[in-house]
């Protein structure tokens, strides 16, 4: 059978395909894996009696029409009407923007926005231009590598590295844009950048970019008339696992994603998108040829939860302590492993990832993944978060590897023992 060229690029070996694979053959496996590759979000039973009780209430509804409207019919091509109001009317009392129904979209995952903003901004254009998507830094999410129909798709520049102390604990990190390079960029200055996008929280590092940084990369996309998206899969409000002190802003040039995802309902496929109306009418055309209209289950446990306040209140509450925890017990245990050798941890500013850099290991972090995962450990190697940037001549970029936090302390305690066994012996090695 012969694939097209479109059929054909959208089956080669991804990394987000061999991410999501290792993870769902972990999961259903007969031998005990350590998972720490993954990223799904920990079960906290806390959170989930919240979703139970709403589950409960939607069932029980007396009228009948209530509680099955909002999977008994397609919402329109916007998404559900109940959510989009609730959120509107939240972004406007908990932020004080100037948002409306008609700022908002939903969509399947925010992993279908990221395709759908790519490929609105990146590609070929009616004057014959063909545009990238800036990454403003890389290591970033490994889900936007392969999500673009054609062409080159994105541009990066290597980070600035800085050594930093944590809690008072020397063997840290801290990636931060190099602005420097940004502006060299020919990319740039020759108008072939179509929008600028990052994570924040950025998977894979757990690095929150400054309000400084932001206010920054705010003012580039205006310059170059371009939209800023912002990936917020994992900042505030929902889920809140950020821990920095930082500001979110919005404005009619910032595409800001959401996603309900990191809350513990990855399953519902439920995204949210907020944006001037223009990007939003695009976004619901879209939504139209693909998907008829997105999924309205998410919709129907959010929306009661974004209006009786629920959603912020147990991501404050619950949410992010419980992931500042498990990033606190994970260093630990690293420290324990590997004191004494080259192991620098990205300084834990949010997310459910720790980043971990091995300074010169003497294996690539591909053939460390390898290792490891023989031996019943998953993590995520970092050569494929170094998307946009060649990384032929770029060490760091194979020194890197990511581990969810999300698991319980006993997976998170075998599989970082097997990290530290492994590591420690590939340096005794080079030693020897
Ligand atoms: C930074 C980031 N953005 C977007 C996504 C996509 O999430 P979803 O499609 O489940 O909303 C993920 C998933 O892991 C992520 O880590």
Not at 251 to 256: E, R
Not at 389 to 399: E, G, K, N, S
Request: net charge negative; charged share 20%.
């Amino acid at each position: 059978m012969q694939f097209s060229a479109f059929g054909q690029k959208f089956t080669r070996k991804t990394g987000i395909l061999q991410l999501m694979d290792d993870l769902g053959k972990a999961l259903n496996s007969d031998k005990p894996v350590n998972m720490l590759g993954g990223g799904n979000p920990a079960r906290i039973p806390e959170v989930n009696a919240v979703y139970r009780e709403v589950f409960r209430e939607l069932a029980g509804q007396e009228d009948c029409h209530n509680a099955i409207e909002n999977i008994g019919n397609y919402s329109t091509p916007q998404g559900d009407a109940k959510l989009i109001a609730a959120l509107a009317d939240f972004f406007r009392q908990q932020y004080g923007w100037n948002v409306g129904v008609e700022n908002i979209a939903l969509c399947n995952g925010s992993q279908n926005a990221f395709f759908y903003l790519f490929n609105l901004f990146g590609g070929k254009f009616a004057d014959g231009t063909e545009k990238s998507i800036l990454l403003p830094l890389a290591p970033e999410y490994v889900g936007y590598a392969d999500a673009h129909t054609e062409g080159c798709h994105f541009v990066s520049v290597q980070p600035h590295i800085e050594k930093v102390q944590h809690n008072g604990e020397e063997g840290f990190f801290k990636y931060s844009v190099d602005f420097d390079a940004l502006n060299r960029l020919p990319e740039l200055q020759q108008g072939k950048i179509g929008a600028v996008c990052c994570s924040r929280p950025t998977n894979p590092t757990g690095n929150v970019l400054t309000d400084d940084e932001m206010a920054r990369l705010d003012a580039l996309a205006r310059q170059h008339g371009i939209p800023l998206i912002i990936d917020n899969a994992y900042g505030m409000p929902f889920p809140n696992i950020i821990y920095s002190d930082t500001t979110l802003v919005w404005h009619d040039n910032i595409i800001l994603c959401f996603s309900l995802s990191k809350i513990g309902l990855p399953g519902v496929r439920t995204g949210i998108i907020l944006a001037a109306p223009e990007v939003i009418a695009a976004v619901s055309a879209m939504n139209a040829v693909v998907n008829l209209a997105p999924t309205r289950f998410g919709a129907a446990i959010a929306a009661p939860l974004i209006r009786n306040g629920k959603l912020k209140d147990v991501s404050d509450r619950v949410i992010k302590p419980f992931y500042m925890q498990q990033a606190q017990y994970a260093v630990t245990l690293l420290k324990q492993e590997l004191s004494g050798y080259p192991m620098y941890i990205h300084k834990p500013e949010g997310a459910i990832f720790l980043w971990l850099w091995f300074d010169n290991l003497p294996v690539s972090s591909m053939e460390l993944y390898e290792l490891l995962k023989a031996e019943g450990t998953l993590v995520i190697p970092g050569e494929h978060f170094f998307i946009g940037i060649d990384t032929a001549d770029y060490p760091h970029a194979r020194q890197c590897i990511r581990i969810s936090i999300a698991q319980n302390a006993d997976i998170m305690k075998k599989g970082i023992a097997a990290i530290g066994k492994t590591v420690r012996r590939l340096y005794d090695m080079q030693t020897a």
